[in-house]
């Protein structure tokens, strides 16, 4: 079966660092990898979307990398904020399929 | 652009009742929607997806005859929570896509409890 994992719960880095977060996939290959930022008591709010043939993708201080050998994407916060502090979802489709979640990582951002 | 609405925000409802749920496009034609649950600290399990104008279709384990989903229109899907029970407590929440594209956008939520 499909398995999305991002392998942290939980990530505390100090105010102005790079805060990287990881998503493996296993079993498949997805053609899209999407990230959300989900608040508690929210729902998520799109941030990126990085397609299978796309290795890098940058949306302000937001970075995703898609890596298909090692079937991994990365989400990279650069000069974090503590408004930055929320729960960052990893999700993945295939065409017209749903998007299936993993678990999430709470990031705190530390002043 | 792209905002997704849902109401209720929160909903409390007696153990047997059913209570109706609703997600609007505001700003695009959602010719797919989406429901997820959500548990606490779990990530969103998807329930259902609806095509507009077709019946929906359910994951696995997910009781179409409890949770009935109507997808009339382009920019508005309901989902009835059928003769509630306190294990259907949960935070539901809907999610559009519209044609052509693979980014899916969320409501904000509706908690559900049921007592």
């Known amino acids: 079966s499909q398995k999305i994992e991002q392998n942290s719960e939980a990530l505390n880095i100090q105010e102005g660092k790079t805060a990287t977060l990881t998503c493996n996939y296993t079993?498949?290959?997805?053609?899209?990898l999407q990230w959300y930022r989900q608040d508690p008591g929210r729902g998520p709010v799109f941030l990126l979307l990085?397609?299978?043939?796309?290795k890098e993708k940058r949306k302000e201080r937001l970075k995703v990398t898609f890596d298909t050998t090692l079937k991994q994407s990365l989400f990279h916060i650069t000069a974090s904020q503590p408004a930055d502090s929320a729960t960052y979802l990893c999700?993945?489709?295939?065409?017209?399929?749903?998007?299936?979640f993993g678990k999430g990582t709470r990031l705190s951002v530390i002043a | 652009g792209a905002v997704v609405s849902q109401h209720p925000s929160w909903v409390i409802c007696k153990s047997g009742t059913s209570v109706k749920i609703e997600c609007r496009s505001l700003?695009?034609?959602?010719?797919?929607m989406f429901w997820y649950r959500q548990f606490p600290k779990q990530s969103l399990m998807l329930m259902a997806t609806?095509?507009?104008?077709?019946?929906?279709?359910?994951e696995q384990g997910v009781e179409k005859d409890k949770f009935l989903i109507n997808h009339a229109s382009l920019t508005l899907s309901t989902l009835t929570v059928t003769s509630a029970h306190p294990e259907d407590s949960s935070f539901y929440i809907c999610?559009?896509?519209?044609?052509?594209?693979?980014?899916?956008?969320f409501g904000p939520g509706t908690r559900l409890t049921v007592t």
């Open positions: 999610s559009a896509r519209s044609r052509g594209t693979y980014e899916q956008y």
């Open positions: 079993n498949y290959s997805p053609a899209y």
């Open positions: 990085i397609r299978e043939n796309e």
């Open positions: 999700a993945q489709n295939s065409g017209n399929t749903p998007l299936v």
């Open positions: 700003d695009f034609q959602a010719t797919t």
């Open positions: 609806s095509n507009e104008g077709s019946k929906a279709t359910y």
